[in-house]
């Protein structure tokens, strides 16, 4: 299972070829499993530019594997992604990246993405990337 960050999800549904766009159709294509968080899900849904494309794109949200927060354990160790990465000289521009990192840590998933944050944040942890 490879968790998609919204920022290529974005890419693949506006139609923008990157190489992690490409790499994500491999993945539809291939049927391997593919899922987002909780955070992914709605900030995917809030990039939505009206009622019409919600109605679009939720069922096919709904149908993708979405791995959840669980408990306050998940926020601290987002919590501590955001210092450690402070701690490096860096700032997380937007503390959802941690929570999303802190669910692959957890699950021990790797995560497909084209965001900086990530990057760094894998710098400070075992978080793993797919290249």
Partial sequence: MIVVDSSVWIQHFRGRSSPHQRMLENLLRSGDDV?????????L???????AEVAR??????????????????YELAAELFR????????VRQSSD?????????????LLHDDVDFTRIAEVSELRLVA
């Fill in 35 to 43: 899922a987002i968080t909780d955070v992914i899900y709605m900030e």
């Fill in 45 to 51: 849904l809030r990039g939505l530019r009206d009622e």
């Fill in 57 to 74: 794109l939720r069922p096919f949200l709904l149908e993708t594997a979405i791995l959840r927060m669980e408990s306050l354990e998940d």
């Fill in 84 to 91: 450690q990465v402070a701690r490096g000289g860096h700032t």
């Fill in 98 to 110: 941690c929570m999303i990192a802190a669910v692959c840590l957890r699950e021990d998933v790797p």
